[in-house]
């Protein structure tokens, strides 16, 4: 029996018997990235417009120049191939954390559901880790709760697995980052302390009467020991490694000198912004800006293909497992193949 069974029972509420306060949070959520995206979009008009004016040109022409001078093909392919390879080694984490906190599971059965779920994630990541719980407890029989618990664990390991990259990057080149990046280091302690009371509250150390850590969306925090968050961080680095080459490659492929240890300090911090619900990626495709300021154009072209299509392969890659992933959710439905 797994300890699912012994806790509390969160059943999610009906339509209609939603939190009465729900939807305005929602919608000032949704009005605050909005706001977000127009004045990162302002900001980019207002840099791009300067950038063209300097040079003589409408910005329709300067953006044209930029976009010309690009290696389109080397980079249509180092861009696929890359995506490929974080799909892979994406789906890897997912199994590995699966197996460790819920249910036994081959790595080619969780293809088409990490596949499939890149296609949500084209609106909004943590909806298609969501999904994901959805498709293992219809598929599978695999307890919902718990599914979502390894979605909320691999979100969490993700933040400090690009801090620590992020620290990293800076020792490594601090002289060629913006004065700004040396509140990374400090932020670091801060989350490592953070961390240390999060592993110690889950091991009943901290606050031992407190019981919402019994709560079932917490399961897979209850069972995690530090082995589990230490290979987190060794299997899903390799993908980090890769964007790191394959983001400087790309960079010089636009124009753009880089090198990689310098986007090595850059690129973790990027993906923080990248995480940032705005649409098309304002966040980081601004972010790209401010850090390279005497490559406006090309930067905000790099950041908008860059991450857009990053998105969107990957979207791609979920269409190919797309009439398996149906045919396995719309399939029967298996009860109790999972989670005792």
Same mark, same amino acid.
């Given at each position: 029996m797994s300890d699912h069974d012994t806790t509390e029972q969160l059943d999610p509420l009906p339509d209609g018997h939603k939190p009465a306060g729900s939807s305005r949070w929602n919608t000032l959520g949704r009005v605050f990235f909005l706001l977000i995206t127009a004045a990162c979009? !302002? $900001?980019? $008009?207002? /840099?791009?417009?300067?950038?063209?004016? /300097?040079?003589?040109? !409408?910005?329709? +022409?300067?953006?044209?120049? *930029?976009?010309a001078n690009v290696q389109w093909l080397p980079w249509l392919l180092l861009m696929m191939g890359y995506s490929c390879l974080f799909f892979l080694i994406d789906t890897l984490v997912v199994t590995r954390a699966l197996n460790w906190f819920v249910v036994k599971i081959r790595y080619?059965?969780?293809?088409?559901? /990490?596949?499939?779920?890149?296609?949500?994630?084209?609106?909004?990541?943590?909806?298609?880790?969501?999904?994901?719980?959805?498709?293992?407890?219809?598929?599978?029989?695999?307890?919902g709760w718990e599914v979502a618990s390894v979605m909320l664990f691999i979100m969490f390991c993700e933040f400090f697995y690009l801090l620590i990259w992020a620290t990293t990057g800076y020792f490594f080149s601090s002289s060629v980052l913006p004065d700004v990046f040396v509140m990374i280091p400090v932020i670091a302690v801060g989350a490592a302390v953070v961390f240390a009371l999060w592993v110690m509250y889950f091991r009943g150390l901290l606050l031992p009467r407190n019981s919402l850590r019994e709560r079932r969306i917490l399961h897979a925090f209850r069972r995690a020991q530090l082995k589990h968050y230490a290979m987190f961080f060794l299997l899903r680095s390799p993908a980090l490694l890769a964007a790191v080459f394959v983001y400087s490659t790309a960079l010089n492929l636009f124009g753009v000198e880089a090198t990689f240890l310098g986007v090595l300090g850059y690129l973790p911090v990027i993906f923080f912004a990248a995480s940032v619900p !705005?649409?098309?990626?304002?966040?980081?495709? !601004?972010?790209? *800006?401010?850090?390279?300021? +005497? %490559? +406006? @154009?090309?930067?905000?072209?790099?950041?908008? &293909?860059?991450? %857009?299509?990053?998105?969107?392969? %990957?979207?791609?890659? @979920?269409?190919?497992?797309?009439? /398996?992933?149906?045919? +396995?959710?719309?399939?029967? &439905?298996? &009860? @109790?193949?999972? @989670?005792?």
């Open positions: 979009f !302002t $900001y980019l $008009y207002f /840099r791009l417009q300067g950038a063209a004016s /300097r040079e003589g040109l !409408t910005l329709v +022409e300067y953006m044209v120049d *930029v976009f080619r059965d969780i293809l088409p559901i /990490r596949a499939s779920a890149y296609i949500i994630s084209i609106f909004n990541e943590q909806i298609g880790k969501g999904a994901m719980a959805f498709y293992l407890n219809r598929r599978d029989g695999a307890p !705005t649409p098309m990626r304002a966040a980081a495709i !601004t972010l790209w *800006v401010v850090l390279f300021p +005497e %490559n +406006e @154009g090309q930067m905000a072209a790099f950041g908008f &293909v860059q991450h %857009n299509f990053f998105i969107l392969f %990957n979207g791609l890659i @979920g269409l190919l497992f797309f009439k /398996r992933a149906q045919r +396995e959710l719309f399939g029967p &439905v298996k &009860v @109790g193949s999972a @989670g005792a």
